[in-house]
């Protein structure tokens, strides 16, 4: 009994709540002369500000064509965008404006829908050997990375060099599947400089200077297990890897979506979406520096800590994941 009086009192406090913000908002439509989608345009700069507020109201809308408007199909943006004019009674000759603001959002949002469906197919198909674009694609990433080592063969030790777990790299690709491959040959071909240098911290040996004061206070063991520290040391490819599903899973949470509407003024892309892998992966090597990990068995709590700074980042409505090589030709909206 006390269960449903608590849903019943839940519900009923709903009701109200969604009565009285209806009303609310007939009240100010009222005294303002202008609808919800109106004012939001009116009242906030290009970007994430606008767009996700946008995406908001027409999803709560009570109205089935605002509903439907967030999952049409591009070509079918600027009729939507008339419907909805129609609907609202908005005049576009005394308000030009709107119409071309509406469509920029609107553009965002069925954007950062098929951009989730286009990146999902791409983690959904597996590594084929017997494909000869696979293959290419390995084949470049190897030259890339290594350009003055030629490969021994597609089966060889070599692949470790950048980071593969065995001696065919096509068994690391299970989790993300093309997708991992997509993203680490985008960071090697367009931010060449950092990949190699990322590449090469992460080989490198890591020798801890240990204080007088720090060894007094150790047994000789203590002090030889400190003073001579693990690697950097992680493995490149397979964590480019694990960084393309953590970029997943900011996309596929709409987390990433205040990125995504900061930087692309229009459709986001999956240029896009493999730009914030660069950045990432930049700065998870940073992080991974900062953090000063014993070994890679940390790797797992720095990646948790990582993740939920970027988490943080992106609940700013101004934040763009802006990796350094590409951030003048992102074509920023302006905020």
């Given amino acids: 009994m006390k269960h449903f009086l608590r849903v019943l009192t839940q519900f009923l406090v709903f009701l109200y709540c969604k009565c009285l913000w209806r009303g609310l908002k007939f009240v100010i439509r009222k005294v303002t002369g202008r609808c919800e989608l109106q004012r939001i345009c009116y009242n906030n700069k290009p970007g994430a500000r606008r767009t996700l507020k946008i995406e908001s109201s027409l999803r709560c809308s009570k109205h089935e064509l605002l509903q439907s408007a967030i999952s049409v199909h591009p070509d079918s943006v600027e009729k939507s965008?008339?419907?909805?004019?129609a609907l609202k009674k908005i005049n576009l000759d005394t308000n030009p404006q709107l119409g071309i603001s509406l469509q920029a959002c609107l553009l965002q949002i069925v954007g950062y829908r098929n951009l989730v469906v286009e990146v999902e197919k791409?983690?959904?198909?597996?590594?084929d050997c017997e494909n000869p674009a696979h293959e290419e694609m390995l084949m470049k990433l190897w030259k890339e990375l290594r350009p003055d080592s030629p490969l021994s063969g597609r089966i060889s030790k070599q692949w470790c060099e950048i980071g593969f777990q065995g001696n065919d790299p096509k068994t690391d690709?299970?989790?993300?599947?093309?997708?991992?491959?997509?993203n680490l040959l985008y960071f090697a071909e367009h931010d060449k400089a950092t990949a190699l240098q990322v590449l090469h911290d992460s080989l490198q040996p890591k020798h801890r200077d240990v204080s007088k004061e720090e060894a007094s206070k150790m047994s000789k063991a203590e002090w030889e297990k400190k003073k001579f520290d693990k690697a950097i040391g992680y493995s490149f490819?397979?964590?480019?890897?694990?960084?393309?599903?953590?970029?997943?899973?900011?996309?596929?949470?709409?987390a990433l979506k205040t990125h995504l509407y900061n930087v692309a003024p229009e459709m986001?892309?999956?240029?896009?979406?493999?730009?914030?892998?660069?950045?990432?992966?930049q700065e998870f090597h940073r992080f991974?520096?900062?953090?000063?990990?014993?070994?890679?068995?940390?790797?797992?709590?720095v990646r948790t800590k990582f993740y939920k700074r970027v988490l943080k980042q992106l609940k700013n409505p101004d934040m763009a994941l802006c990796p350094h090589f590409t951030a003048s030709d992102l074509h920023l909206v302006n905020l």
């Fill in 81 to 85: 965008i008339d419907d909805i004019m």
């Fill in 122 to 127: 791409l983690r959904r198909e597996p590594y």
């Fill in 173 to 182: 690709f299970r989790g993300m599947g093309l997708l991992g491959l997509h």
């Fill in 237 to 254: 490819a397979i964590v480019g890897i694990n960084i393309t599903d953590l970029a997943y899973s900011l996309l596929v949470s709409g």
């Fill in 268 to 281: 986001p892309s999956l240029v896009h979406f493999q730009q914030t892998f660069c950045y990432l992966m």
């Fill in 288 to 301: 991974w520096m900062e953090e000063d990990p014993c070994d890679i068995m940390e790797f797992n709590r």
